[in-house]
């Protein structure tokens, strides 16, 4: 039998749950302020490997060299991504502009629509009337809400700060990257110090198991989905896939792509060239080859068994971390709720203590 809930222990469980109640509201008021930090640590370590990489290439003992030569590294990759996948993006966005000024000039029907639906989109949805008030000018007030110069100034010198700030996190952080793992253990009360050591082990494991991984996983995911999409003749297809791609972090979030996909799909089908409904049935022919090639070939391979948890309890971890820590809790959602229940597991429900990690 487990210990009686005296009055001491009472009061202390208590005092815990006031305390994580207190942490998830200053945590919620200071969301913002932690966002760079979080974004940095978390390209910090995925960048770290690479800083290991190019520290042993250039034979040096000083980690500052090789910080800076993977941020050029990276620097250098983003702009070749730039400069090769732009022109073809924005040829394709220019396509489409051409598609919409057609049909709004010709009116050309929708053959998979009745006449009487096409109307109603034609009456509720008038492109030319969009484009003539756009051009006239009068757009801007769809997006005044009563902001002045200098408050609109000021938010977007915040935003630039916060983008500076992340960047100069990063830049320290890998510097310093081992130290401050080292410096933490310094700080730690040596009566938690075994169990908070372990907790960050099997966070660590848990993350460099879970997150590396997904991470391959869904840049394989990307380039399937740029080539499935050129492939069927999706307009903008190197940006679905690799927005599908960058989605893929997050469980069930790729599927939100079809969204703007039948969206493509129906634009590019307006000229009358392209039919609809072939073309959206070789897109989602893209979405279930792909998926089956991640799901069932990459992912074993990979990550391994899956974390086991059930769909009900991943969109509950989602909503739950994306609310406390935005997109990045969302990203890394998974693999806390996994290691949160097997510590419940192991310590309420098994009554397991905690011990040291094996290493340090």
């Given at each position: 039998m487990g210990r009686p809930f005296t009055f001491d222990r009472v009061v202390r469980i208590v005092i815990t749950l006031v305390i994580i109640a207190g942490a998830v509201w200053l945590i919620g008021i200071l969301k913002n302020v932690l966002l760079p930090f979080c974004l940095a640590c978390l390209l910090s370590y995925i960048m770290e490997p690479l800083v290991e990489f190019n520290q042993r290439l250039l034979h040096s003992k000083k980690r500052v060299f090789a910080v800076f030569l993977t941020i050029i590294d990276v620097t250098l990759l983003i702009g070749l991504l730039i400069y090769f996948f732009m022109p073809v993006v924005v040829d394709e966005v220019n396509q489409m502009e051409v598609i919409l000024k057609n049909y709004s000039v010709s009116k050309i029907s929708i053959p998979f629509l009745p006449e009487n639906v096409t109307e109603q989109i034609e009456n509720?949805?008038?492109?030319?009337?969009?484009?003539?008030?756009?051009?006239?000018?009068?757009?801007?007030?769809?997006?005044?809400?009563?902001?002045?110069?200098?408050?609109?100034?000021?938010?977007?010198?915040?935003?630039?700060?916060?983008?500076?700030?992340?960047?100069?996190?990063?830049?320290?952080?890998?510097?310093?990257?081992?130290?401050?793992?080292?410096?933490?253990?310094?700080?730690?009360?040596?009566?938690?110090?075994?169990?908070?050591?372990?907790?960050?082990?099997?966070?660590?494991?848990?993350?460099?198991?879970?997150?590396?991984?997904?991470?391959?996983?869904a840049g394989c995911a990307a380039v399937f989905y740029c080539i499935g999409f050129s492939i069927v003749g999706l307009p903008m297809a190197i940006v679905m896939g690799v927005i599908v791609g960058i989605l893929y972090m997050i469980p069930y979030f790729q599927y939100i792509t079809l969204i703007p996909v039948v969206i493509i799909c129906f634009i590019y089908s307006l000229d009358g060239s392209i039919d609809f409904w072939p073309l959206l049935g070789k897109c989602l022919l893209v979405y279930v080859i792909s998926q089956c090639i991640c799901d069932y070939i990459l992912t074993p391979k990979i990550m391994g068994k899956s974390m086991g948890l059930n769909p009900a309890i991943i969109l509950l971890s989602?909503?739950?971390?994306?609310?406390?820590?935005?997109?990045?809790?969302?990203?890394?959602?998974?693999?806390?709720?996994?290691?949160?229940?097997?510590?419940?597991?192991?310590?309420?429900?098994?009554?397991?203590?905690?011990?040291?990690?094996?290493?340090?």
């Open positions: 509720r949805l008038n492109i030319s009337k969009i484009i003539a008030t756009i051009d006239s000018g009068k757009g801007l007030s769809l997006l005044d809400r009563g902001e002045t110069l200098l408050t609109n100034t000021v938010d977007f010198l915040m935003h630039s700060l916060e983008w500076l700030l992340t960047f100069i996190y990063i830049i320290f952080i890998l510097i310093d990257y081992n130290k401050l793992g080292e410096g933490f253990k310094l700080l730690l009360p040596e009566k938690y110090k075994a169990a908070i050591l372990q907790i960050g082990e099997d966070v660590k494991n848990s993350m460099n198991k879970y997150f590396r991984s997904q991470m391959v996983i989602l909503s739950i971390w994306g609310t406390l820590l935005g997109i990045i809790g969302m990203i890394i959602a998974l693999p806390l709720t996994t290691l949160l229940t097997a510590y419940y597991k192991k310590v309420i429900i098994d009554h397991k203590p905690l011990s040291a990690p094996t290493e340090l």
